[in-house]
């Protein structure tokens, strides 16, 4: 068998695992283990075993008896867990941790020996993912860079606990926030080529890249937070001054994909180092400052994140971004297991000469859906152009930043013919000025009264008149008149009059 197929099935395998134990049925009564169940056990760590020596058998080069080991232990995995379905104190849950750990044995590429690929070497997942057609996460990466999945020595996803907070989040990309997860991954293939080397010189893994942009910005270059905070990774201004990220002739360089990928980079080098290699903490102290999460650990670096004494005086949003980050990590190295699939990108970057002015509001009407792009090139040219305003039109010869496989798209749509004559018809649309009617001409001052002291011969009517009050039923319910009789002397408590 050729090995980018055996490898195809070693990708897919942990997904069918995963579909075949995610149908189990729910948990079987309490109380002492029964033979039968003990029974499934074994074949479950049986299989899982098998897992292995089909993994080891496959890096020692031996095809044939890894194709076969694989079948073996995926058969009996399947049918122990189609058993536990209808066998009483069978916990599916021991099942679930087994595909949790075979993803985690899989992390890092099908060879998860030492020995990888050499540069410009095409690994086997990228050979696979070229013949069915489809990509998903660093499957797609080369080699020599899905290697940088490391951080401190660490594969990431041994660093991830697939506990309760991680699932819910999990969860929550692949339903509710499953379009912005995507949208991100879109955007960030776009960018990739500015700021993954930032983090590949640091030495940090992509996926917290991926993982980090997909809750702070979803990959859009321009974003601005409620709280101030700007760009692609969401730096507060502060923050991202004390780490380089400035002004620049008018330009806010928190804006900027590579440097604010470059300043990321450093910032969490920092806090990993000052939290003791601590992902959770660091990511932590990325959202909710770092000196809050310094005072809280006070030093025990080693500390849980989820230990009470940090968990329950961290916000509800630090609660919440640490899982979601991790778990968008988790699903950009393993999109094929939990049935989620990335577009196929072609992030290779160009650039276009403008043979005519063109703004890169008038660009993407006249680009329309090139390259399959249904929802237009709008997001990513502003993307790749931060700098430009994208209302305004650049001159004829200036040079822009687009995705190599837009250049003859460029050249054929938007230089000659109807969809540039369009564009910029619909861009110079004049729309009515809103003509403000002029300001109602000043009134007396209104005074509002506190109280007034009814005087002889006053009543309730000439008081009303007098100061300007509202109405006589009014003046006489809040003070609790009967039939509207005053007496002189009498204080009465008035609403908003005036004089």
């Known amino acids: 068998m050729p090995l980018s197929t055996l490898a195809h099935r070693f990708r897919l395998a942990p997904l069918a695992a995963g579909l075949v134990l995610l149908t189990a049925c729910a948990t079987g009564g309490g109380g002492r283990t029964s033979p039968g169940v003990n029974a499934l056990y074994a074949q479950l760590d049986q299989s899982s075993k098998g897992y292995e020596t089909a993994l080891q058998q496959a890096r020692e080069g031996d095809d044939q008896a890894s194709e076969q080991s694989l079948k073996q232990s995926l058969d009996s995995l399947k049918q122990a867990a189609a058993r536990c379905g209808n066998t009483s104190g069978c916990d599916p849950q021991r099942f679930f941790s087994v595909f949790d750990r075979l993803l985690r044995l899989k992390d890092g590429g099908f060879f998860a020996g030492d020995d990888l690929a050499t540069v410009g070497e095409e690994g086997p997942d990228e050979t696979v993912a070229g013949e069915a057609g489809e990509t998903g996460g660093a499957a797609a990466l080369p080699q020599a860079q899905r290697s940088v999945t490391l951080l401190r020595g660490h594969k990431l996803s041994e660093l991830i606990a697939m506990n309760g907070a991680v699932k819910a989040a999990l969860e929550m990309w692949l339903t509710q926030w499953r379009s912005n997860l995507v949208d991100t991954w879109i955007n960030y293939q776009y960018m990739r080529y500015e700021m993954w080397p930032q983090y590949e010189k640091a030495d940090l893994p992509e996926a917290l890249l991926f993982g980090i942009m ?68 660091s990511l932590a102290a ?214």
């Not at 160009?350 to 859906?369: H, N, Y």
């Not at 009814?454 to 039923?473: F, P, W």
């Open 286 to 499: 990325y959202n909710g400052g770092e000196g809050r999460m310094r005072r809280m650990v006070s030093g025990e670096t080693g500390v849980s994140f989820y230990d009470p004494k940090i968990y329950s005086q961290l916000s509800e949003e630090t609660r919440e971004y640490v899982p979601a980050v991790l778990a968008a990590a988790w699903l950009f190295l393993h999109p094929d297991s939990y049935n989620l699939h990335f577009p196929k990108i072609d992030g290779v970057p160009g650039t276009i000469t403008l043979k005519r002015p063109a703004s890169l509001s008038e660009l993407t009407i006249c680009l329309g859906s090139a390259q399959g792009m249904d929802d237009g090139w709008f997001r990513t040219l502003r993307n790749l152009n931060p700098r430009l305003d994208p209302q305004v039109a650049q001159p004829a010869g200036s040079q822009l930043q687009v995705p190599k496989e837009l250049e003859a798209a460029y050249a054929s749509r938007c230089v000659d013919g109807p969809w540039p004559i369009l564009a910029s018809d619909l861009h110079s649309a004049v729309v009515p000025v809103v003509v403000k009617p002029d300001p109602p001409a000043p009134r007396h001052t209104v005074r509002p009264h506190s109280r007034y002291i009814v005087r002889r011969g006053d009543t309730l009517l000439g008081i009303v008149h007098k100061l300007g009050c509202s109405d006589v039923r009014e003046l006489s319910d809040i003070n609790d008149l009967k039939h509207h009789n005053i007496r002189a002397g009498q204080v009465l408590r008035l609403p908003s009059c005036r004089r």
């Open 214 to 281: 997909a809750k702070e910005s979803g990959g859009k270059v321009h974003a601005v937070s409620r709280s101030g905070a700007a760009g692609p990774l969401q730096f507060m201004y502060a923050t991202g001054l004390r780490f380089g990220l400035n002004s620049q002739d008018g330009f806010d360089t928190r804006f900027d994909p590579a440097q604010a990928a470059r300043a990321n980079a450093e910032y969490m080098d920092e806090q990993l180092k000052a939290f003791n290699d601590n992902l959770e903490l």
